[in-house]
């Protein structure tokens, strides 16, 4: 499959595969942060294609090439968020720590309002590795990402350690546990994407361990959370995917383009954001009624 390249000055859509891009047309220790969610393996339906590879030793080979790939690319001063699924991220993990100092194994958490499994406990968190290659040399904006303490905030303790005693601080870092919704389909920053990352995730993310101008990479792009959050604060932005309609999303959230192949890119409309059609024999009716019928 012939790869396509879009870009303007800071910021670049790849569509093609990701070890074919990476490979290809991403250069040794040149990104600063990367965001990483690839494919599950747990069968989820990506526009016709399935997550799903033959046995898990066959998904578990794939990752660590492009995980080995990925850690190349990144500056010597680079960080990186990796995320899978919970029966996965054991296998990154042990790999990753051989070749990285792994600073946090974060949990993104989230509720859900319908009935996760009947006969063992559902799953309600998705596992995130936070990842170094030097950890006496890396970003970490804590100032950028601090979060309400509720002891300092709302309880107002004293705390009698210090000299003279003070109430609690107010604001924090966050701590290994995360909560923000995940997106639903009447929410503003919805597409048409089976696993879309939040916003407040990448967010997160992007101000802690990067600084304005510095170069964010996420090799499976999917809705391209993750460039149009790095545009949004200042940083560039490389995006791979593989799906031409998961690419028309990102030229748009990027405005890299306005139009594919002749066609125009614009935001699906949802089911209720569709004008309501008339109901032609209750309108004839009302009419009639009304005595405001005209016959021919």
């Not at 042990?94 to 958490?109: E, G, Q």
């Not at 030229?251 to 004008?275: C, D, H, N, V």
Request: glycine share 6%; hydrophobic share 35%; charged share 25%.
């Amino acid at each position: 499959m012939a790869m396509e390249i879009f870009e303007n000055k800071n910021h670049k859509i790849i569509k093609g595969d990701s070890l074919d891009a990476l490979y290809d047309n991403i250069p040794d220790n040149s990104v600063d942060l990367m965001f990483i969610d690839p494919p599950y393996n747990i069968g989820k339906n990506f526009n016709g294609l399935k997550d799903k590879w033959a046995t898990d030793e066959d998904y578990l080979n794939w990752c660590y090439e492009w995980i080995y790939l990925c850690i190349k690319k990144l500056k010597p001063n680079g960080s990186m968020y990796i995320m899978t699924s919970t029966q996965f991220m054991p296998y990154f993990d042990i790999f990753i720590r051989k070749r990285m100092s792994i600073l946090s194994r974060l949990v993104w958490y989230y509720d859900s309002s319908g009935v996760q499994a009947k006969n063992y406990y559902g799953s309600m968190y998705e596992p995130i590795l936070f990842c170094v290659k030097d950890p006496n040399n890396y970003t970490f904006n804590a100032d950028d990402i601090l979060v309400e303490a509720k002891t300092g905030a709302k309880r107002k303790l004293i705390d009698y350690r210090k000299n003279p005693p003070q109430v609690y601080s107010s604001e924090k870092i966050p701590g290994n546990v995360w909560e923000f919704a995940r997106v639903r389909y009447r929410m503003d920053e919805y597409e048409n994407h089976p696993t879309q990352k939040p916003i407040a995730l990448l967010e997160r993310i992007i101000k802690a361990s990067s600084n304005v101008g510095d170069t964010v990479l996420d090799p499976f792009s999917g809705t391209f959370t993750t460039s149009f959050v790095a545009q949004q604060l200042g940083r560039k932005s490389i995006g791979i995917e593989l799906q031409e309609d998961y690419v028309k999303i990102g030229l748009r959230r990027l405005g890299l383009a306005t139009e594919y192949k002749g066609e125009k890119l614009q935001k699906e409309i949802r089911s209720f954001e569709k004008p309501k059609k008339q109901n032609i024999m209750s309108n004839l009716f009302e009419e009639e009624l009304n005595g405001t019928l005209v016959y021919a």
